[in-house]
């Protein structure tokens, strides 16, 4: 099993930056792939950014060249940090994880292919 926390979620101001951590525990051989979701009340579950193993990352269009993910292994622990943040990014960010096998490519940023998930950060962005 692995296990997900989060932390680093709040209220800012449009324009303000926030950073979000996951510390990770547990099977870390299974998060071959880790992303961050968010989903915003009566909306589905989105992604935000994925990273794998290997470092390669994937954005939604959405936040690209605000959001920034990253990893630091040494500290088993997964960042994203927000930039530019605008009261549409306001949800709930939630950590998520899988093995490295059996990704389907073209659907990265799907929740469904996700296995492992914390319990979720609160982002407000007020105007």
């Known amino acids: 099993q692995v296990q997900l926390v989060e932390s680093g979620g709040g209220s800012v101001q449009t324009g303000g930056s926030l950073r979000l951590s996951c510390a990770v525990s547990g099977d870390t051989y299974k998060t071959g792939y880790m992303g961050w979701f968010r989903q915003a009340p009566g909306k589905e579950r989105e992604g935000v950014a994925v990273i794998a193993i290997q470092g390669t990352t994937t954005y939604a269009d959405s936040v690209k060249g605000r959001f920034t993910i990253s990893q630091d292994n040494a500290k088993n622990t997964l960042y994203l940090q927000m930039n530019s943040l605008n009261p549409e990014d306001t949800a709930m960010y939630y950590c998520?994880?899988?093995?490295?096998?059996?990704?389907?490519?073209?659907?990265?940023?799907?929740?469904?292919?996700?296995?492992?998930w914390g319990q979720g950060t609160q982002v407000t962005v007020s105007s």
């Open positions: 998520a994880a899988r093995e490295r096998r059996g990704i389907l490519s073209r659907d990265i940023l799907k929740a469904y292919q996700y296995n492992y």
